[in-house]
């Protein structure tokens, strides 16, 4: 059927690998369904590890494709700087060579912001270890370093929203950082909605007026909608994808 083809005239792939490569975890799933399973990421984290991990624990469940969630800068679908929270080696690694399969790599944000979009400007923002951010404007997706741009006194909206902020500052000072985050946020961009995801969404009691909690689990959605028919890579034209 025409609707199950790219737009090169292949057919898309059904059993894609989805991982989400984190400062502090690594997950990953292949297919819509079935368990997540997760393995400890960190400083020393190189690809050819991460890859091998991988590997070892989807041996033999089969998969077409892989989608790749990178926590650092992606740039028309490649890594274009080293993370900041992990491993080095990032940036001139062979993806597909590794895998044996098509590999499609976006900012982590971005895979759980399309993940999660539902129409409309959504903001989206990650807060885990560091700060993610995405816009996704009818359909568009714009990944963004608003994370380490300046915030107060010198330092940067991820040394006061990531989790060493959190544990410097308490989780209470931290929340209400948050607050005035979303809210400069909000006035700046102009979002129809706010989506809060990432490990310490969890650790807000009260969301921020206009914000909506996210779920981890919508990046194993958004890498599954990176390969459907009329997506392409962000800041080009997703809408085909997002309304699917």
Do not use: C
């Not at 059927?1 to 989400?20: E, K, Q």
């Not at 990944?143 to 107060?152: D, K, L, N, S, V």
């Not at 996210?214 to 890579?233: C, E, M, Q, T, Y």
């Amino acid at each position: 059927m025409p609707g199950n083809r790219t737009s090169a005239g292949r057919r898309a792939p059904r059993r894609i690998l989805v991982i989400d490569v984190g400062g502090t975890h690594v997950k990953f799933r292949v297919a819509g369904r079935g368990r997540v399973v997760e393995f400890a990421s960190g400083p020393r984290l190189r690809p050819e590890h991460m890859v091998r991990k991988v590997l070892k624990r989807v041996r033999g469940l089969g998969f077409e494709a892989v989608s790749i969630g990178y926590p650092g800068l992606v740039v028309h679908g490649r890594i274009a700087a080293e993370p900041r929270h992990l491993g080095k080696g990032w940036v001139v690694f062979d993806f597909p060579a590794a895998f044996g399969k098509p590999v499609r790599i976006v900012n982590d944000a971005a895979m759980q912001a399309i993940g999660s979009y539902r129409g409309g400007r959504m903001l989206f923002l990650g807060l885990g270890t560091g700060l993610g951010a995405t816009l996704i404007v009818d359909g568009i997706v714009e990944p963004m370093e608003i994370g380490h741009m300046p915030y107060r006194k010198g330092r940067s909206f991820e040394d006061y929203v990531g989790e060493r902020a959190r544990r410097r500052l308490g989780t209470r000072k931290w929340r209400a950082v948050v607050a005035d985050v979303v809210a400069q946020l909000e006035q700046a961009l102009e979002p129809d909605y706010v989506v809060l995801g990432g490990g310490n969404a969890a650790r807000l009691k009260r969301l921020p007026p206009g914000a909506h909690r996210g779920d981890n689990r919508n990046a194993f959605i958004g890498g599954l909608r990176l390969w459907r028919p009329g997506a392409v890579r962000p800041r080009r034209a997703l809408a085909a994808a997002l309304r699917a």
